[in-house]
């Protein structure tokens, strides 16, 4: 890869990819969602310059961090958080534990919208809880979400939770207005939390806009918690804390006590500066990558090879590839891929049943590298065809 990753980086660890694709002696590996290119220099420079201080001891949190929180999404997204409590958390996956856990009891209902991000289904079945299918549906116009049966799923007295993906992993969905009212109306009507993953809302690719699901659901009665951070949009899973963002007192203090009660608030010295810098400059990095991103999404519309098709792409730097017409069940595709294509991608039925038939490409990578990708995918197609 152009991008030097070092050697235990995920996305090219020897071990996960021998237990995923077989092997990573030629495999082009875009299947961890991160960008896989230089991040944002100031970024770079304050984790630098942080090292460079010589003393990595205990750190109180500077209020400022939260306010070039807010200052980004005025700007970014005309949303300027007023009312609402914002808490820190160590990660997205940290910050939906605590809540199925504060908020639902052993044994309760919570929706899931499937093919979605692997963790959820996960995060729920470690809590005893029971994961509630509301599937995406496929229309000629791209993925939907299927609102009948959600508000079937929602009135069902078990059932506490949503976990909403927005913008959507893998399907790249950026949800409309209209489409969260409806969600905000389903689960204010039957008393359903929604926890509004918005982890990849920077990362909305005009002319979509991301609308905060706090804005949709002022003044509706909904209980919600939404879940933010630089951590996607910045590449920064491996330092940076996010944040938790809700109108409820209830929640939050819930939330805090949890998390004093496990020491989740430690403080990590990097993690503190480059937060910060990501917020207060790093925009026009990301402005240059959201580009790259649209460049190379038309890359794949325009050169991948019959056979194969990409979803419209509203939001998140992950390109959802349509393999069905190949004709290959699910663990076959994940072979040929791997083995015919030496590529290394996440296979669609990784997200539940209905991404069998489709695999997730990682598209924040230099352009040369998805030459490269579909370069892969059309002689694999070729060999196919012989
Ligand atoms: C929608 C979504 N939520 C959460 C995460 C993971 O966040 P964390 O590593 O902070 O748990 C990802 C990672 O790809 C994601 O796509």
């Not at 077989?22 to 630098?48: K, R």
Request: with cysteine; hydrophobic share 45%; net charge negative.
């Amino acid at each position: 890869m152009p991008l030097q990753l070092p050697m235990n980086a995920q996305a090219t660890d020897p071990a996960s990819l021998e237990r995923h694709f077989g092997g990573g002696e030629g495999l082009l590996p875009l299947w961890i969602a991160e960008p896989y290119l230089d991040l944002a220099p100031a970024v770079v420079a304050a984790l630098q310059e942080r090292a460079d201080i010589g003393w990595y001891g205990y750190e109180v949190r500077p209020e400022s961090a939260i306010g070039e929180f807010w200052k980004w999404t005025s700007i970014r997204h005309d949303w300027t958080g007023a009312g609402l409590a914002t808490i820190v958390s160590p990660s997205v996956g940290t910050s939906i534990g605590v809540l199925i856990d504060q908020l639902t009891e052993p044994g309760d209902g919570v929706i899931l919208q499937p093919p979605v991000f692997t963790d959820f289904k996960s995060l729920i079945t470690a809590a005893k809880r029971t994961v509630v299918r509301n599937p995406l549906e496929l229309t000629d116009d791209g993925y939907r979400m299927n609102l009948d049966d959600l508000a079937k799923k929602a009135a069902d007295p078990t059932t506490r939770a949503l976990i909403l993906c927005s913008p959507h992993n893998p399907v790249g969905r950026v949800w409309t207005v209209e489409e969260l009212e409806a969600v905000v109306a389903i689960c204010a009507r039957h008393d359903v939390f929604v926890i509004a993953d918005e982890i990849h809302g920077d990362l909305t690719l005009p002319p979509a806009t991301f609308v905060p699901f706090a804005e949709v659901a002022k003044g509706t009665g909904v209980s919600w918690a939404a879940l933010h951070g630089p951590i996607k949009t910045f590449g920064l899973a491996g330092v940076c804390d996010t944040l938790v963002v809700t109108d409820d007192d209830r929640v939050a203090k819930l939330f805090e006590t949890r998390s004093s009660q496990l020491h989740l608030t430690r403080n990590n010295v990097f993690g503190i500066a480059a937060f910060e810098a990501a917020y207060r400059s790093g925009a026009s990095w990301l402005d240059d990558m959201l580009e790259l991103v649209q460049a190379n999404q038309a890359l794949l519309d325009a050169e991948l090879p019959d056979g194969i098709e990409v979803a419209h792409l509203e939001g998140t730097y992950l390109a959802w590839l349509d393999f069905r017409s190949l004709r290959m069940d699910a663990r076959e595709l994940a072979s040929w891929l791997a083995e015919s294509a030496r590529l290394g991608l996440s296979p669609g039925h990784w997200f539940g049943r209905e991404g069998a038939g489709f695999a997730r490409m990682t598209i924040a990578a230099p352009p040369e590298q998805i030459e490269d990708a579909i370069a892969r995918l059309q002689n694999a197609v070729a060999t196919l065809k012989r």
